[in-house]
């Protein structure tokens, strides 16, 4: 095998923690001596061994003049655990293959020259960018301080959410609900607007065959018009309600539990605005934001350019009638500035759709 091929496997084992690992991104490392793996392992846990550690650790005194493949370059500094740069020193490997830098501007390349210092090969950019897409959430929440905006939603092939009548269920095939389900066990949050709470009284949790785990619920509710029977407000999962200023203190203490937080934020224009939304959800550590609609909430996504990653699930199926689309919000006047989406993929769900791509930011 060779530096591709290690560090493919490398990526693979890191790509196995996603979504257990927030707010640190998702790290593997490999120790081939000789041609034979003589370690591996992958950064399991927030405040647990990085993956360069645990590596090390199982290759022992085989680590000796061998390389060792890590997708992210080894840190240098202090954080909850000592830096592997200089465990990385010590365990007396020749050589260092990383994928990517550190995008941290504080750190970026200090591990690497820390180890070249120490008289060591390092070879940087080995599959770089499938690295960086992996932790395309990390480098987003690292580099703009707010969490990774992942809009989802699911409409019929003449482009509406729900019928004229509001009915929406449903719209797509139970193998494609559960994929949504796959996303929302990635996610730290979930976010909808009050609109959805009361047309469908969603439960906004996991529910997989393996169980999964539930994010924390955002509901957006200016004025805290969501019923106390709403099932989101259940003990299952965490609940936060985002109002305005003026929401009733009343109402606000009688929503408040053990599981249900209320948090006020300045309106735009009579919306929650959104840029402070996020700066409040980066702050309780959410770094990777599922955003499941309705139209308003998306099309106001959108319209603050804070949208990262979209996955729209088309079902070939024709509701006709006047029902709402997956957007609504200002929008653009002229078809010309419309968000460009780039590096789209296509999945398929029994017969559904799902459309995947990333808004064009020049
Ligand atoms: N109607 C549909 C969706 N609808 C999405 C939201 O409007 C629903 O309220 C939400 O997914 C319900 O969450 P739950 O209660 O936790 O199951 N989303 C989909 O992918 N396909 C659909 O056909
Ligand atoms: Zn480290």
């Known amino acids: 095998m060779n530096d591709q091929q290690f560090m493919k496997l490398a990526l693979q084992i890191a790509s196995a923690t996603n979504g257990r690992t927030w707010p640190n991104p998702m790290v593997g490392a490999v120790v081939v001596n000789n041609g034979q793996i003589v370690g591996m392992g992958a950064h399991l846990k927030a405040g647990e ?23 992210l370059e080894p840190c240098s500094h202090y954080g909850r655990t000592p830096p592997c740069a200089d465990r990385v020193i010590q365990s007396g490997v020749s050589r260092v293959v990383i994928a990517m830098l550190d995008p941290n501007p504080l750190v970026a390349g ?30 987003t929440a690292i580099t703009k301080r707010r969490p990774f905006v992942w809009m989802k ?52 949790t996991t529910r997989l065959p393996e169980g999964g785990r539930s994010p924390v619920r955002v509901i957006l509710d200016t004025h805290l018009r969501i019923p106390e029977s709403a099932r989101v407000l259940g ?8 109002c305005g200023p003026n929401a009733d203190p009343a109402k606000i203490r009688s929503l408040q539990s053990q599981t249900v937080d209320v948090l006020q934020v300045g ?7 959104l840029h402070q939304l996020l700066d409040q959800l980066y702050r309780r550590q959410i ?3 599922l955003v499941e609609g309705g139209a308003e909430v998306h099309g106001s996504f959108l319209d603050a350019e804070l949208i990262d990653k979209v ?16 957007l609504a919000g200002n929008g653009f ?30």
């Open 153 to 204: 939603a699911a409409m019929t092939l003449d482009g509406k959410i729900a019928a004229r009548t509001g009915d929406s269920k449903w719209i797509t095939s139970e193998s494609a609900r559960q994929e949504v389900h796959r996303y929302r066990d990635q996610a730290d949050a979930i976010l909808v607007g009050i609109g959805t709470v009361l047309a469908d009284d969603p439960q906004l």
């Open 311 to 326: 996955t729209m699930f088309v079902a070939p199926k024709l509701i006709g009638g006047t029902g709402p689309s997956p």
């Open 333 to 362: 006047s002229r078809m010309s500035d419309a968000v460009q989406l780039q590096n789209i993929s296509v999945e398929m769900f029994d017969n559904d759709l799902a459309v995947t791509g990333y808004p064009d930011r020049q």
């Open 267 to 273: 309106l735009d224009n009579g919306k929650v605005n």
């Open 110 to 139: 200090q591990g690497a020259e820390r180890i070249r210092q120490a008289g060591i090969e390092v070879v940087t950019g080995v599959l770089e960018s499938e690295a960086r897409r992996m932790n395309e959430v990390w480098l």
């Open 287 to 289: 770094t990777l934001l």
């Open 49 to 71: 061994p990085h993956a360069e550690v645990h590596a090390l650790n199982m290759a022992g005194d085989k680590a000796l003049g061998a390389t060792i493949y890590v997708t």
């Open 235 to 242: 003990p299952e999962a965490p609940t936060i309600l985002v």
